[in-house]
């Protein structure tokens, strides 16, 4: 597969340019962390130990904050997708076979995350760097969880809330996305009298967006403080254990990659693999290197239209799935709870791992196509075994210590299943011009 020098030094400069500050926050707070590790004696009393004690702080205040926008963020997320779909009779043949094509993929995504993990399980490794203490409390939390719920008829009823705004001041997310998912179906179904509802959620969203840029600013603090506590209280050895995580991670990844996507190109399509591959590198790694699969489109768009697929297809199906597919997404959090629970001792129980990898797959398509938006409504998925990142705070620190690297890969997952999907599409529809695409000696450049 022919790369382009241009395009890989324009993928390595994005990258630098728009993650510096994660990446310095991350190397910083190992530094700072392993000296407090080998310190240990100075750190322990006096305003050293202060210095220590703020950095926790900050840490879970970076985690309340992704907490405090997950319910406002789902919720105007779900209502604007859907909604914006239109009633089912004017979706047409291109939104059918996309929700199609887009459901396969995310569901086969969250059986390759389950299985690796639930085969490897690397958050066995981890158990020794978590608290013993909160191990147990959370243990204890989740057996009381699911002697609440009791038999699956009251795992059932539980989905169902009596009262939306209840469970909406409780937090309980799954109530409320059940009440929000049938509420934007009725909005989809009643016509442009929805107007002033939808507008109004549209409000929401655009404010959660802009709540959300503000969050990853404060992430490069957050993140430092995070990665500083782990480090210091366990040394570097908690990187080489968090490896096994990121292994599982990755290797999700390019399954989905080079066996999943490839696989879905052959049985429902006549696209050949490598060069469609070819046609769309420059879109992949400019994902790679913002690990935004919004600031990608643009890009996606032109590699997708320029090399064969029409505009009819394209205008359509990316920017739809850039905001709605983020099945390398799906994949990583339903790895990412498993991990935790692993991690944490927590049994789970089949349901339960079924219940995470629904949620994961709502999860994943309410996050916002920015850099590390899946870790912020990775929230939701945990709250289906009942429980919270502020409870997990030392789980969730070895997260946010690969989350950078771990984004740049998913958004490419991301970015390639939107195109696969619009090949699929516009091959199914005759809307592929075979002889453009085919014919890669006269590619133009994109970038």
């Known amino acids: 597969m022919k790369i382009h020098v241009q395009t890989l030094f324009v993928a390595i400069g994005l990258g630098i340019k728009r993650n510096w500050h994660i990446f310095l926050a991350i190397i910083l707070g190992i530094i700072f962390g392993n000296y407090i590790h080998e310190n240990s004696v100075m750190f322990s009393s006096g305003p050293y130990a202060v210095f220590v004690k703020l950095l926790n702080v900050l840490g879970q205040a970076f985690i309340r904050i992704i907490q405090m926008i997950v319910i406002p963020l789902v919720c105007s997320a779900i209502v604007v997708g859907i909604s914006s779909i239109g009633d089912s009779k004017q979706i047409g043949k291109f939104g059918k076979k996309m929700v199609l094509y887009y459901g396969i993929i995310t569901v086969m995504a969250v059986i390759i995350g389950a299985a690796l993990v639930l085969a490897i399980q690397p958050g066995i490794g981890v158990r020794e760097f978590i608290s013993q203490t909160a191990a147990l409390d959370i243990q204890n939390h989740v057996n009381s969880v699911i002697a609440q719920n009791g038999h699956f ?40 009298i929805n107007r002033p509802i939808v507008s109004f959620f549209e409000s929401v969203f655009a404010a959660t967006m802009k709540v959300t840029d503000w969050i990853m600013i404060f992430a490069a603090p957050g993140i430092f403080a995070l990665t500083t506590v782990a480090v210091s209280t366990f040394g570097l050895d908690i990187f080489s254990t968090i490896s096994k995580f990121f292994l599982v991670v990755f290797t999700g990844f390019i399954i989905q990659l080079f066996i999943l996507y490839p696989l879905m190109l052959k049985i429902f399509s006549k696209v050949p693999v490598s060069t469609f591959y070819t046609a769309i590198i420059e879109a992949l790694l400019v994902a790679f290197g913002t690990a935004s699969s919004s600031a990608t489109l643009p890009l996606t768009i032109a590699c997708c239209e320029k090399r064969g697929i029409s505009h009819k297809v394209c205008s359509f199906v990316l920017p739809l799935g850039a905001t709605l597919n983020m099945d390398g997404t799906a994949l990583f959090q339903t790895v990412a709870v498993i991990f935790l629970t692993q991690a944490y001792g927590v049994t789970l129980e089949p349901l339960q791992i079924i219940g995470i990898m629904v949620l994961a797959m709502i999860a994943s398509s309410t996050s916002a196509g920015i850099p590390s938006a899946g870790l912020i409504t990775l929230a939701l998925v945990l709250s289906g075994i009942g429980l919270t990142p502020q409870q997990m705070v030392e789980g969730f620190a070895f997260l946010f210590a690969i989350e950078r690297v771990v984004d740049m890969f998913r958004t490419t997952v991301n970015v390639a299943s939107d195109a696969v999907v619009a090949a699929i599409i516009a091959d199914n529809e005759n809307e592929i011009n075979y002889d453009l695409l085919k014919n890669t000696e006269n590619y133009k450049e994109i970038i």
């Not at 009823?157 to 998912?181: C, H, R, T, W, Y």
């Open 153 to 192: 008829g009251n795992m059932f009823l539980s989905l169902i809330p009596q009262n939306p705004l209840e469970s909406l001041a409780k937090g309980d997310m799954i109530p409320i996305i059940f009440f929000v998912l049938i509420f934007s179906l009725a909005l989809a179904k009643v016509g442009d």
